[in-house]
Structures are given as structure tokens and as C-alpha cells.
């Protein structure tokens, strides 16, 4: 089964849940957990699984040969992302705007582009008995987060649980972490800002027609109007965990997953059989 863990925002506490649930799993079951999380990869910061293999992960770009270049133009006004510009009658390429679509190669009439690899990122790939790990790690100032994620999904494919750790918000690398899983369960505080953005995780989970479940996390008192919302959207709240200063504390001497299954196992165990229900 694959679960996506998500978040409207960041800091509510999903990589801790993601985490710490994978763990859980992996007493029993093969699991896998694979943070797609790519801009801030640190799911391994808390399972802390030695890295047995990594890779690059390439796109494609444009290369010109000026050589065979005319200056038409047609390039230019094929990219929609601008990364192709003409500067007195010879294309200039701009990579980090490219999107590899490989449009400009296919409307060059004089064969003067070729595609050439450029590395967006790395993967990286570990096992610990029953746990398995893979999470992308994207190059400094890179905007191509998809690719990597396409090849993070790609591992452990076998596992019994396969749990993303998906990207906090809603857009492009979120949807693409979301998709693809068999559930979402989204990791929501209890405030106003953290309602609003859960509500568009949420709406991403519902437009792409995937069940949807809620950890209420960091809980200091009844938002209503959170509460109200899942009561009329019908969605399960799978556990609801107090705001504890020692998450936090057990984060900062990387002890966090000890501590959440020490404190809060009953939270974990109902998230569990939730799971395991949806399978049966």
C-alpha cells in the first residue's frame, strides 16, 4: 500500500509522523520511506539508515552548434519558459529556466540542437532490516524538483508500506508526490494559517480522487473551524497528538522516533489499524 504524508504548510510536524509511522511499520512489515521531500531532504536525519547506493538524476537541455545555426528564431518562439532567448540573431540558452520538454530540438529545420545532460539532483538509497530508505536531494538553486521525486517513487517498489514524505504545500512537487498513492493523510495544526493550508492539501488529495485522512498535531486548543470542516467533508481524523515541548527537545538529540512511539504508541497503533483496515 502507498501512503503520502502532506502538509498545507511546513513545520506541522509531518517528516516526525512520516517518520516516526514508517518506523512503527517496519516491526512488523517491510516498509519504505521515501522523502520526496527534495528541497529539504532530513527523514534520515531521524531514521538515520547508512546510505548503501546513490545516483545523479539528469534532464535534458538544449545545446546549439552555431555553427548550423541560421538565427531563425523558431526555437525561441517555441520554448514557453523563455530559457531559449535570441540575442542579435543567435539563441542564447538560459538552463535553469529549461523544462526539457525538447520542443526547441524538434522545430530546429537545421539539426543545430542536440540535448546534453544536466544533473538536477542526487538520490540516495539505503536499507535497515525491515526499513528501507530513498530521498532525493536537489541541487542548490535548482528548480526541477519533479524528476528527482519521479526517481525517488522508483525505489523499494516492492515493500509492503510505502510511505512518501511528500513536500509541504500544494504545488507542482506536491501533486506529484500525492500522485500515484493509495491514501493522503495530511498532517494539519490547529490554527488558523495551518486550516488554510491544510484545506489546500486537501483539495489537491480531492482533485486527484484519493482518499484523504487527518493527524491533528500540535494540538493547544479546539479550532472550530478545522473541526468543523472535516465533520462536513467526512474526513477521518486518524489521531490527535498534544502540543509537547519534548518533541521538539527529543528532535533536537535525535531521539524523536523513540520518543513519539514512547509517549505516543496508542496515536501510532490507531494510525496503524486504520491502514491496515483500508487494505483488508
Given at each position: 500500500m502507498?501512503?503520502?504524508?502532506?502538509?498545507?504548510?511546513?513545520?506541522?510536524?509531518?517528516?516526525?509522523?512520516?517518520?516516526?509511522l514508517a518506523y512503527y511499520f517496519a516491526q512488523q512489515f517491510p516498509t519504505a520511506l521515501l522523502d520526496c521531500d527534495v528541497e529539504e531532504p532530513d527523514a534520515n536525519?531521524?531514521?538515520?539508515?547508512?546510505?548503501?547506493r546513490t545516483f545523479d538524476v539528469d534532464v535534458l537541455i538544449p545545446q546549439v552548434d552555431m555553427d548550423l545555426c541560421t538565427g531563425c528564431g523558431r526555437c525561441e518562439k517555441m520554448c514557453q519558459y523563455n530559457a531559449i532567448v535570441l540575442i542579435k540573431g543567435k539563441p542564447l540558452v538560459l538552463p535553469e529556466l529549461c523544462h526539457s520538454c525538447g520542443g526547441c530540438y524538434?522545430?530546429?529545420?537545421?539539426?543545430?540542437?542536440?540535448?546534453?545532460?544536466?544533473?538536477?539532483?542526487?538520490?540516495?538509497v539505503g536499507v535497515n532490516g525491515n526499513l528501507h530508505y530513498a530521498?532525493?536531494?536537489?541541487?542548490?538553486?535548482?528548480?526541477?524538483?519533479?524528476?528527482?521525486?519521479?526517481?525517488?517513487?522508483?525505489?523499494?517498489?516492492?515493500?509492503?508500506?510505502?510511505?512518501?514524505?511528500?513536500?509541504?504545500?500544494?504545488?507542482?512537487?506536491?501533486?506529484?508526490?500525492?500522485?500515484?498513492?493509495?491514501?493522503?493523510?495530511?498532517?494539519?495544526?490547529?490554527?488558523?494559517?495551518?486550516?488554510?493550508?491544510a484545506v489546500l492539501a486537501y483539495d489537491v488529495a480531492k482533485t486527484l480522487n484519493i482518499p484523504c485522512a487527518v493527524v491533528i498535531?500540535?494540538?493547544?486548543?479546539?479550532?472550530?473551524?478545522?473541526?468543523?470542516?472535516?465533520?462536513?467533508?467526512?474526513?477521518?481524523v486518524l489521531a490527535v497528538i498534544p502540543h509537547d515541548v519534548d518533541v521538539a527537545r527529543s528532535c533536537a538529540q535525535g531521539n524523536c522516533i523513540e520518543y513519539m512511539l514512547t509517549k505516543y504508541q496508542d496515536k501510532f497503533e490507531a494510525i496503524m489499524r486504520y491502514i491496515k483496515e483500508k487494505v483488508q
Open positions: 502507498k501512503i503520502a504524508i502532506a502538509s498545507g504548510k511546513g513545520g506541522t510536524g509531518k517528516t516526525t509522523i512520516s517518520t516516526t536525519i531521524f531514521l538515520n539508515i547508512p546510505v548503501s524538434l522545430v530546429c529545420p537545421e539539426k543545430a540542437i542536440k540535448e546534453v545532460k544536466r544533473s538536477v539532483g542526487t538520490v540516495e530521498g532525493g536531494i536537489l541541487n542548490i538553486g535548482e528548480h526541477m524538483a519533479i524528476p528527482l521525486i519521479d526517481e525517488v517513487k522508483k525505489e523499494h517498489y516492492n515493500a509492503t508500506f510505502r510511505i512518501v514524505d511528500a513536500p509541504p504545500g500544494s504545488s507542482c512537487p506536491v501533486v506529484h508526490s500525492m500522485q500515484g498513492n493509495d491514501l493522503i493523510i495530511i498532517v494539519v495544526e490547529p490554527t488558523p494559517f495551518g486550516f488554510h493550508d498535531n500540535n494540538l493547544v486548543e479546539e479550532y472550530k473551524p478545522l473541526f468543523s470542516f472535516l465533520e462536513k467533508e467526512n474526513i477521518p
